[in-house]
């Protein structure tokens, strides 16, 4: 295991750490409105053992937009997320609930860089190591990559149930639980993508809220969808 590197450590006060908390409830109460569960009707679960090749699906880049709520033992987040993905990197930036920049999150063929607000600069090998030494809670970069899209992970076993219209319901893997409480409408050309999420194992529970997606259509234009 890597050590990490900083530059230097300061720690959070009471008054971000109390407001944090406030905020948190709040958002999750909110996000559990957002809209429609996915009713789950007939499900069929499948095991899906992992493959040596990675999916094309990690090559293909997105933009995200949204909010997240983070509910840990020891350490809360609540605030907005922009992620943009690429088959070579990642660019992960978290916000307060003002809008100010709480961390950000690189990850390259060299590794992850953890940026936080006092500056101090964080590196490791891989997100889930850092996030957890410098935040205090996991973030699963690595799977999530897939998840939030509505797929698993191809390099490890995982357990997906799936709705009669074949569309992901939830997904077990590595120890985590992805549940998919609401997704985008159907559009002609496009894949459907989640709007709701939730990701849980017994430390921590994540909530993502998906406010707008930017990608590729199958022709190769780009596009965005926004929640109504």
């Given at each position: 295991?890597?050590?990490?590197?900083?530059?230097?450590?300061?720690?959070?006060?009471?008054?971000?750490?109390?407001?944090?908390?406030?905020?948190?409830?709040?958002?999750?109460?909110?996000?559990?409105c957002?809209?429609?569960?996915?009713?789950q009707?007939?499900v069929?679960?499948?095991?899906?053992q992992?493959?040596?090749?990675?999916?094309?699906?990690?090559?293909?880049?997105?933009?995200?937009?949204?909010?997240?709520?983070?509910?840990?033992?020891?350490?809360?987040f609540?605030?907005?997320?922009?992620?943009?993905?690429?088959?070579?990197?990642?660019?992960?930036?978290?916000?307060?609930?003002?809008?100010?920049?709480?961390?950000?999150?690189?990850?390259?063929?060299?590794?992850?860089?953890?940026?936080?607000?006092?500056?101090?600069?964080?590196?490791?090998?891989?997100?889930?190591?850092?996030?957890?030494?410098?935040?205090?809670?996991?973030?699963?970069?690595?799977?999530?990559?897939?998840?939030?899209?509505?797929?698993?992970?191809?390099?490890?076993?995982?357990?997906?149930?799936?709705d009669?219209?074949?569309?992901?319901?939830?997904?077990?893997?590595?120890g985590?639980?992805?549940?998919?409480q609401?997704?985008?409408?159907?559009?002609?050309?496009?894949?459907?993508?989640?709007?709701l999420?939730?990701?849980s194992?017994?430390?921590?529970?994540?909530?993502?809220?998906?406010?707008?997606?930017?990608?590729e259509?199958?022709?190769?234009?780009?596009?965005?969808?926004?929640?109504?």
């Amino acid at each position: 295991m890597n050590d990490i590197v900083f530059s230097c450590i300061s720690s959070l006060s009471a008054r971000r750490m109390a407001c944090r908390s406030w905020v948190l409830g709040i958002l999750l109460v909110l996000v559990g409105c957002a809209g429609p569960e996915v009713h789950q009707g007939e499900v069929t679960t499948v095991v899906i053992q992992p493959v040596q090749e990675q999916a094309d699906i990690a090559n293909e880049p997105f933009v995200l937009t949204g909010r997240l709520a983070v509910n840990a033992r020891q350490h809360r987040f609540s605030g907005g997320i922009r992620w943009q993905h690429t088959g070579q990197s990642d660019e992960i930036y978290l916000f307060s609930p003002l809008g100010q920049i709480v961390a950000e999150i690189f990850r390259d063929q060299t590794g992850v860089r953890l940026v936080t607000s006092e500056p101090a600069i964080y590196r490791a090998q891989n997100a889930e190591y850092l996030t957890s030494q410098v935040l205090g809670w996991e973030l699963p970069l690595a799977g999530m990559r897939f998840w939030v899209r509505g797929t698993h992970f191809p390099d490890t076993v995982a357990e997906k149930d799936l709705d009669k219209n074949r569309r992901t319901v939830a997904i077990r893997q590595d120890g985590w639980q992805v549940v998919y409480q609401n997704y985008y409408p159907a559009q002609e050309g496009m894949s459907v993508l989640p709007r709701l999420l939730e990701f849980s194992r017994p430390d921590v529970k994540m909530r993502l809220l998906v406010d707008q997606w930017q990608g590729e259509t199958k022709s190769g234009d780009a596009t965005g969808r926004k929640l109504p």
